[in-house]
């Protein structure tokens, strides 16, 4: 008969321990090291939690809740006025780079070669045939143009751009002048009776970046000019800053719109609705500190309804000596009552022409 196996002990009936490995020991040795380690970055990052809690609370409980309107506006005042504060230094630096304040114009190399004047004349894009009149009676051409200009008198013809730019009266006006050489094109203003009072500003900055003269004039295209005189009146004032040199006119200032010589911003000039004094009529002409006034201040200076009472508001604001010349009166008088600088062309619409305001001129010739 099968028996079951039995295990046989040894000796006293006790068995052997199993020894522990010593890859264990070191196991669990860095076990432990690595979760106190944790532990402790997990304990560091909970008081800075709390920490960092405690600051923004105690921040926030000092700022306040909300700006105030006037906190807002305080905030919006001192922007302004920093940003005004850095433009006018900007413009106060222009004006002393370009010798418009008195006292501080620096002689340059060139400045005994500085022209007396600077003549536009005022074109349309249909005065062609005026401007062939002119270019063979008062205003010289070709090399006697040149010449002119080695006596220090520049002359062109001024015009803007057509509101279609590039079309066909932009391609006549370039086409005339290469031939003629004898324009002043105002590339950034758009040439329309409207904008005549825009015209005179962009004229006189214009000219007065691209040449250096004493005096700058405009010229209307419905006279004729004694250019010897002319040049005879300016040389004599030559040096005088601050001339505004003109036939000196007021009137009445026209409210009702739709009536003729409507002036929009009648308002502004009092109960009586009369002008302001100021160099009326074809010819006006200005000194080199004047036109550099014009060119520094030219986005910030209100025009009005009519270029030559737009100049005379310029010029209340500032020191311009106003120089009352009958010589450049377009006027009714009889021939040789008093020499004159320039006659009409025909019955043309200027401020000082006939008894009224703005009435029709009788023609007469240079005496």
Known sequence: MDTLPTTKRGGGGRSKPVPTSKSSLVMAFFSCVAWLYVAGRLWQDAENRNLLSGLLKKNSAQRPKFLTVEDKLMVLGCRDLERRI????????????????????????????RLLAVIGVYTGFGSRLKRNVFRGSWMPRGDALKKLEERGVVIRFVIGRSANRGDSLDRNIDAENRSTK????????????????????????????????????????????????????????RGQD????????????????????????WWKFGDEKSYFRHAAGSLVIISKNL???????????????????????????????????????????????????????????????????RSGCVSFQVS
């Open 182 to 237: 004898d324009f002043l094109i105002l590339e950034g203003h758009e040439e329309a009776q409207e904008e005549l009072p825009k015209k005179v500003k962009t004229f006189f900055s214009t000219a007065v970046q691209n040449w250096d003269a004493d005096f700058y004039v405009k010229v209307d295209d419905s006279i004729d000019i004694d250019l010897e005189g002319l040049i005879e009146l300016l040389d004599h004032r």
């Open 242 to 265: 601050g001339a505004y040199i003109g036939c000196m006119k007021s009137g009445e200032v026209i409210s009702e719109d739709g009536k003729p010589w409507y002036e929009p911003d």
């Open 86 to 113: 850095v433009e006018a230094e900007m413009e106060l630096t222009f004006a002393k780079s370009q010798g418009y304040l008195k006292g501080q114009g620096q002689k340059s190399a060139s400045s005994d070669r």
């Open 291 to 357: 036109a550099q006034y014009i060119n520094i201040n030219s986005a910030s200076l209100k025009t009005y309804a009519f270029d030559d009472t737009s100049l005379g508001s310029w010029m209340m604001g500032i020191q311009a000596t106003y120089i009352d010349d009958s010589r450049l009166c377009c006027s009714s008088i009889r021939q040789g009552e008093i020499p004159v600088l320039m006659f009409c062309t025909g019955c043309f619409l200027a401020l000082s022409c006939g008894k009224g305001w």
